[in-house]
């Protein structure tokens, strides 16, 4: 009998080699290892935000270019299933009750999960280049923010926002990181004029190229907001007027010193994780 030796993979998950004379023994190791029961909907379910109210009464239809990724990308056919939310009221999952070329009817059956209960938490910017305030919409809805305000000040080099592609950017991202509640998206505002605006009760927390406060450490419940400036800072006069501000607290995010978007993105993440859902 021509004795051999087999590669496997043992239960602690290193690899090692297994005499056949072994192969009862090896085969106790696996006896308990049961296949684990699939979680459902799946994983690789595709997920999409539709504007319309949701519940197990309501019958989506979908058509233009969401129904043509569904067919044509994700090649979804009848009886296929989604999930959908429409900030309202959470996440529901559906199943395709019908197709056509390039429309979609769905029929609901089971709410997944609520809407979401996001931490107050705003992001006032200066609005950068397109690829950077991309990123910069993007990230900022992945962390969790709750209101995105652009601010137009001296040094602002994009002062004209396409709103309508920022909204597309932020319901992909929404799609994409698993959100229930869609950030407001406000119109964009010069600097005295938020300023003059401002809510009682909501800090505003100034990230301060001179320095200030460690975010890390400086108590800041919500609600709150970050301030970051544009790519070529915050001017003399601007700086005074912030200053001058009750609402306005100097942070500091390190040693560093930070692109607008970089510094944007840090803060919100500093601030969800002493303050936010993080915690």
């Not at 690789?44 to 270019?65: C, M």
């Not at 989604?82 to 609901?108: K, Q, Y």
């Amino acid at each position: 009998m021509l004795a051999f030796r087999r590669r496997f993979w043992p239960v602690s998950g290193q690899v090692g080699s297994l005499d056949t004379a072994d192969a009862p023994r090896a085969a106790l190791c696996y006896r308990g290892a049961m296949p684990a029961t699939p979680a459902w909907p799946p994983a690789s379910t595709p997920r999409l935000y539709i504007d319309q109210p949701l519940g197990l009464e309501a019958a989506p239809h979908i058509d233009g270019a969401a129904a043509h990724y569904l067919l044509n990308v994700m090649r979804l056919r009848v009886g296929d299933p989604l999930l959908l939310f429409d900030n309202r009221s959470g996440e529901w999952l559906g199943r395709i009750a019908d197709a056509g070329r390039r429309t979609l009817d769905i029929a609901i059956e089971a709410q997944i999960r609520p809407r979401e209960a996001v931490p107050d938490l705003w992001l006032c910017f200066a609005p950068v280049k397109k690829a950077r305030l991309d990123w910069i919409i993007e990230k900022a809805t992945e962390l969790g923010i709750a209101r995105l305000q652009p601010v137009i000040t001296e040094r602002t080099i994009v002062e004209r926002v396409k709103q309508e592609r920022l909204e597309a950017q932020i319901v992909e991202a929404c799609e994409q990181c698993g959100r229930t509640a869609l950030p407001e998206l406000a119109e964009p505002v010069k600097l005295p004029q938020l300023l003059k605006t401002w809510p009682a009760g909501r800090s505003l927390l100034f990230a301060d190229e001179a320095g200030g406060e460690s975010l890390a450490v400086a108590p800041a419940p919500p609600p709150a907001a970050i301030l970051t400036g544009p790519e070529g800072g915050f001017t003399t006069a601007e700086r005074n007027l912030l200053l001058a501000h009750p609402a306005v607290r100097r942070i500091a995010l390190g040693p560093r010193i930070l692109r607008a978007e970089t510094a944007a993105i840090a803060a919100i993440g500093v601030w969800m994780a002493a303050n936010g859902d993080w915690a």
